[in-house]
């Protein structure tokens, strides 16, 4: 971010502050340096920290501290080959992962009904949903009904949904999946894309939705 700070905002410009919330966090890490004392591998005399269970990591602790790492939001969209219908789902785990050959990736719960019918198209397009598009992420993350209704979109070159006022889409298809835990990770090789906004990003923290500001 260079030499500029940089704070979450709500929609109406003030400083977020949601410690509670709802959402996932789709992937990180953590890694630990050093051993403790006790024993040569550094296990004996380690301090039990808030939220581990006899050596087991706590899931909602896992997703509190994760939360802590703000990440964007994009709704993966297709066209359903068996009713000609879009479907699609909201993501905050995409990442771009290699330059040559161009490949991005994003991570799908097991439990998701909407993956199997994105992932049975030939291509699939990644939105980068705007500040303003919660919505649009909350619409697409819903279990059932018509999640396109009321939503604009325009084909992509590939005719997938590009929705209107995303910053940018991405057309790609599946270039593997890698399961892992109770999500699955899947690389996609990208095909075309194009910027369509110019506005800032939605940004998810800490189990809200805010916006960027420099």
């Known amino acids: ?88 789902l909201a993501a905050n785990s995409f990442t ?25 198209a030939t291509t699939l397009t990644v939105n980068v949903l705007a500040e303003h598009q919660q919505p649009v992420c909350a619409a697409l993350a819903s279990k059932g009904g018509d999640k396109f209704a009321g939503l604009e979109w325009t084909a992509s070159p590939s005719g997938n949904p590009v929705i209107g006022d995303a910053l940018a889409w991405i057309d790609c298809s599946v270039e593997a999946e890698y399961p892992a835990g109770d999500h699955v990770i899947v690389v996609a090789r990208v095909h075309q894309l194009d910027v369509q906004g110019d506005s800032g990003p939605l940004v998810f923290f800490r189990g809200g939705y805010g916006r960027f500001h420099a």
């Not at 290699?98 to 992932?119: G, N």
């Open 96 to 120: 771009s992962v290699s330059l040559d050959p161009p490949l991005v990736a994003f991570c799908v719960a097991h439990t998701s009904t909407s993956w199997p019918r994105v992932r049975a």
């Open 1 to 88: 971010m260079g030499t500029h700070a940089a704070r979450l905002l709500e929609p109406d410009g003030h400083s977020r502050a949601h410690p509670n919330g709802r959402g996932t966090i789709g992937n990180g890490a953590a890694m630990r340096n050093g051993l403790f004392p006790g024993h040569p591998d550094g296990s004996g005399d380690r301090p039990r920290r808030s939220g581990e269970h006899n050596g087991a990591v706590d899931s909602t602790r896992f997703r509190s501290v994760l939360g802590h790492f703000a990440t964007g939001v994009v709704a993966i969209t297709a066209i359903d080959p068996g009713t000609g219908a879009p479907c699609g």
